[in-house]
């Protein structure tokens, strides 16, 4: 079972939202107690937080709108990375035992794999993204980077 990832600034976001809203309930609660001074401060404070999320959250719609069109990846896979060229070198019979285990990856995401180890990309990067074994992932890599 593939976990969603999640991201370090709907993270942030979220645990800002908290203090935001655990600042407020307090300045309220101190408003009731006539303490107005901490309540001032609280309020004070839950607005600079929800300043800082406002912030955090254009600062990210900008950096996203100012990535190069080229860094996004394409809506369609070309049919030219699963050609016979492609898989020269696979290691066919060192990925085969590992593929017979319980819960073990499809044929597809092997190849997939395989790809993306052919341009470049580390054991721990294709474990991570396509969640696959490490062991598999380490076999085709160093298979890619031996056809190099």
Do not use: N, Y
């Not at 470049?120 to 969640?131: E, F, N, S, V």
């Not at 696959?132 to 160093?142: C, D, F, K, T």
């Amino acid at each position: 079972m593939k976990v969603p990832r999640l991201h370090v600034g709907e993270g942030a976001g979220a645990l800002a939202a908290l203090a935001m809203g655990l600042l407020l309930v307090a300045g309220f609660d101190a408003a009731l107690g006539d303490d107005m001074s901490f309540a001032a401060a609280a309020w004070t404070a839950s607005g600079a937080v929800a300043l800082a999320l406002v912030v955090g959250v254009l600062h990210g719609r900008r950096r996203a709108a100012a990535r190069p069109a080229g860094a996004r990846l394409p809506e369609r896979v070309d049919d030219d990375w699963f050609t016979g060229p492609t898989f020269e070198g696979f290691p066919a019979e060192a990925v085969r035992p590992l593929l017979e285990r319980p819960g073990s990856p499809s044929r597809s995401e092997v190849c997939t794999a395989w790809v993306l180890a052919t341009h470049g990309h580390d054991a721990d990067w294709i474990t991570g993204h396509l969640d696959l074994p490490p062991e598999v992932a380490r076999v085709l890599v160093e298979a890619a980077l031996q056809r190099d």
